[in-house]
């Protein structure tokens, strides 16, 4: 088992980015560190910070359940110039296989936005 963040409409053509859920966790963590804090200090998280103390825009990916609902795509669209910073910051730093991967599915996730975005439609967690 685990979850797909896909485009809200009716292409099963369209590009999808897929974890396992300790998979997806751990991206999560990693994309928490990436700005500037750890998601297990975070309420929901087993923390008591809210997420109304963390000034990112990815604040929508991170605190959100894991397998249901949505990200409106304005909110995609607000989350965007900052997933394409970070791969444009990490991608030459190589030799490192799981930084190197999660640079790959910050790539995936922003190609799926990106559909989103000119498809004007949500992104959804399955």
């Known amino acids: 088992m685990g979850l797909m963040l896909a485009p809200g409409d009716d292409d099963v053509t369209g590009p999808d980015v897929s974890w396992s859920y300790t998979g997806f966790n751990m991206f999560r963590e990693w994309l928490a560190l990436t700005e500037g804090f750890t998601l297990a200090e975070m309420n929901g998280f087993g923390g008591d910070r809210t997420w109304s103390s963390v000034s990112t825009p990815l604040a929508p990916l991170l605190d959100h359940p894991d397998d249901e609902g949505s990200i409106a795509h304005a909110r995609c669209a607000a989350m965007l110039p900052r997933l394409e910073a970070i791969t444009d910051q990490r991608q030459h730093e190589v030799g490192d296989p799981v930084l190197e991967r999660r640079?790959?599915?910050v790539r995936q996730?922003?190609?799926?936005?990106r559909y989103c975005l000119e498809k004007e439609v949500d992104l959804i967690f399955c």
């Open 109 to 113: 996730l922003v190609a799926v936005i």
């Open 103 to 105: 640079v790959d599915d």
